[in-house]
């Protein structure tokens, strides 16, 4: 479908292949109207009209740090690409991305088509996973503690009271510091076994920990682009690294498989802001 040269504005959702897109049924970001679709050489680009009014200016400004209005468009705009993921590979846009005119999405999906289509080929037979490393710090540090007080318990308990909290307090602190080098130590090993699966890594922004989860730090996020083939093999070995370091209170969190938005490339889109 060709877009009307009246259209506000096109919010878009992503890129997939041409050949793989007749039609979606998938529900569209304003209700049960699904996305369209328009064609650009051998890309397919996947779109709603909106009203520029909704994501631009003061009022929208607002509207945008409004979860209750954010939060269903999101969970559409997800679900349409995920409608794609499983027909074409696909190149994701982040929630919010809009064009205000037809001439001008289509002068950026002209100027990167070979970008787009190459893009497009590489993902083909690959999935992106998510892996992020959450520690309960407390858990960590008793575990460490312990093992020291282990080895110099006996001598402990022949030394008067105030000598041996002061020597109690030194096995903390060292226990701490072996702490820091043995989280440093198994996210460099694990990120380079990791890596033996994948045809590309990428390390992602560490955010904070929410829900209330024992696991308070979150230390690394990683996203890895795993060939299809590998990632019985890739979730395996997850799984036996997650059990051995669950002891010691870093818990391993992988999932997936994820449209692949750590990979995109970016487009220099003359999107509206």
């Known amino acids: 479908m060709e877009p009307p040269e009246t259209l506000h504005g096109l919010y878009l959702y992503c890129l997939a292949r041409s050949d793989r897109l007749e039609s979606l049924e998938v529900a569209g970001l304003n209700g ?17 009209p909106v009203l520029l009014a909704e994501f631009c200016g003061p009022d929208a400004d607002s509207r945008l740090q409004d979860l209750a209005w954010v939060g269903p468009r999101a969970c559409r705009h997800e679900a349409v690409v995920e ?47 998510a892996v992020k490393g959450l520690l309960d710090r407390p858990m960590a540090k008793q575990e460490f503690y312990s093992r020291k007080l282990a080895l110099e318990g006996p001598h402990l308990a022949s030394l008067a009271p105030g000598r041996r909290y002061f020597q109690e307090s030194r096995l903390r602190s060292e226990a701490d510091k072996e702490l820091g080098r043995w989280l440093s130590t198994v996210c460099r090993n694990l990120a380079r076994d990791l890596r033996n699966f994948a045809a590309d890594l990428r390390e992602r ?15 690394f996020n990683w996203a890895f682009m795993i060939p299809k083939e590998a990632v019985p093999d890739f979730k395996t070995r997850i799984e036996a690294a997650g059990a051995r370091l669950a002891r010691t209170g870093l818990v391993l969190d992988c999932t997936g498989p994820w449209p692949p938005y750590s990979f995109s490339p970016a487009l220099s889109a003359e999107a509206v802001p």
Do not use: N
């Not at 369209?36 to 890309?43: K, S």
């Not at 409608?83 to 590979?89: D, N, Y």
């Not at 088509?113 to 992106?128: G, K, P, W, Y």
């Open 83 to 129: 409608s794609v993921m499983r027909r074409s590979p696909v190149l994701p846009l982040r929630f919010g991305t809009i064009f205000s005119s037809w001439a001008r999405l289509e002068g950026v999906l002209l100027a990167h088509h070979a970008a787009i289509a190459r893009f497009l080929t590489r993902v083909a037979d690959q999935e992106e996973w």
């Open 205 to 219: 922004q560490v955010r904070p920990v929410t829900g209330g989860s024992q696991y308070q730090e979150m230390i």
């Open 32 to 48: 049960p109207q699904p996305p369209l679709l328009t064609r650009v050489g051998e890309i397919a680009a996947v779109w709603t």
